[in-house]
């Protein structure tokens, strides 16, 4: 049966969750820059092209079943079993296409000489999918820790395993290694905690049941990896490869605050809200709490990155990266604009808005191709970028709309609050740019910049926060004191 859903539950999970996405994040932190320095842009590219194939087929793949597992009442074994075997099938068959027409695939994507890595990677597609299952089980249960720990490990693993097989000359292998050691471990790891064991039960009809939720979820997570993975393509297909690589690593960079904070806080409200039921108020006050403490978080991370994206492309990437600096900053910019929708998608999902997920989702797929392409047939890479940014401002208040229509809030209200920290958060940024367009000269060393930018902005940050959040400061303050009591009053009962 799934745990018992309340605030000291939400928050020790979200907490387990960060805390792997952390590791994640002191790992890419670490590794990308390394593997930048020794690998090309080209190398980067056509590693990235070719994963964007199989990510795009395992997501279809899945179909949204593990999804739909998550939010069902009581954990029915054979549609458990099912779900698996339906999940194995469809994934064995898109590894064997995905092999077969590698050499065409590549060649649309404007990647050629990929063609070889799809075959290769097409083993993912059931390495990926195959664990789905496991990890329904614990998010049903709300058993975040041991997915937490298992993911830190897998990604370790993966990270020490590339740079090594990199620094002794293995070019893309090296990244070909991280991807199949860390999935790998990560299989081995959600079967290990979940104690989910696979049984020859396959009812046709028990999947059926799950069609309905499955499949508007896996129409909108389509449409999500279009939007997230289709400038990766319009890119490789009309700049070449060498750009391609240049968005690729800065892109995985600049994701790396969503990965630690998003991943982590995405994957724990969807089952959170799922369980909240009919009632609005608790889900309202979740929906307002959860979007602003994010915002808090993630916003002065992406507008700080975009402050300092020149010297930090330079300390970061090494000088043969150095021109693609503002290809940094505006990523980082376009992901800064989006930092209130972070709790948008789990809650639709939770509250059961499937057609409205997945309507939006592909409204904002189509834009943002668009967008990107007419920015990169018509001009560069940057101009794609601006293209991005321009979009995710509209997919902003698009999104806002939807969910405070949604959860009968009041859409200008909602929104003012939603958006306050970000606002703070892009005056500090814009401070520490003019900081730095003035008096950088004076700092010749691009690691004192990054160093010295930070820490103002970060002193600037607080002081705005101070200003224009004291209320949920206070909130979080209280909610921390009150916990940190129940404890002390449990530990002495003991």
Known sequence: MPSTVNAKSVTRNVGWSVLSKTGTFGLKFVT????????????????????????????????????????????????????????????LLMALAL???????????????????????????PLQLGGDVAYSLLARRMNFSKDAVWTMVSETVGAL???????????????LAQ????????????????GYVPRLVFSPRRVLTL????????????????TFQSPMVVISRYLGLSDAGAYSAANRFSSIPNQIVLSAVMGVLFPAFSHMGEDRQRRSQALMLSTQVTTVLLAPMMFGLWALAEPAMLVLFGQQWAAAWPVLGLLALSKGLLTPCSTYVPYLKGIG???????????????TTAAVAYGAIGGSLVEAMIALCIVNLATLLGYSWVVFRADR?????????????????????????????????????AVLQVLIGTAIGGLIYLVLMLLVERPLLAKLYGMIRKRNASSSVAAAAE
């Open 99 to 125: 092999f077969v027409f590698a050499d065409p695939l590549a060649s649309l994507l404007g990647a050629p000489q990929a063609g070889y890595l799809l075959r290769i990677m097409s083993v993912l597609i």
């Open 179 to 194: 991807l199949f050691v860390s999935a790998f471990i990560r299989l081995a790891g959600l079967y290990t905690v979940s």
């Open 211 to 226: 069609s309905r939720f499955s499949f508007g979820m896996m129409g909108s997570e389509i449409a999500n990896f279009v």
């Open 32 to 91: 990308v820059p390394i593997l930048a320095r020794i690998l090309t842009p080209e190398e980067f590219g056509t590693v990235a092209v070719a994963l964007t194939v199989v990510q795009f087929l395992a997501m279809i793949g899945g179909a949204g079943l593990a999804s739909a597992l998550i939010i069902q009442r009581d954990e029915d074994m054979d549609l458990i079993h099912s779900a698996f075997w339906a999940n194995l099938a469809v994934a």
């Open 161 to 175: 395993v590339a740079v090594g097989a990199a620094l002794l000359g293995f070019g893309v292998w090296s990244l």
């Open 409 to 445: 809030l009041p859409f200008l209200r909602g929104f003012l609050i939603s958006i306050r920290p970000m606002i703070a958060a892009f005056a500090m940024a814009v401070a520490v740019r003019l900081l730095l367009d003035f008096y950088g000269a004076l700092i010749p060393s």
């Open 353 to 367: 808005q499937g057609t409205i997920l997945f309507w939006w989702a592909v409204i904002r797929a189509v834009v």
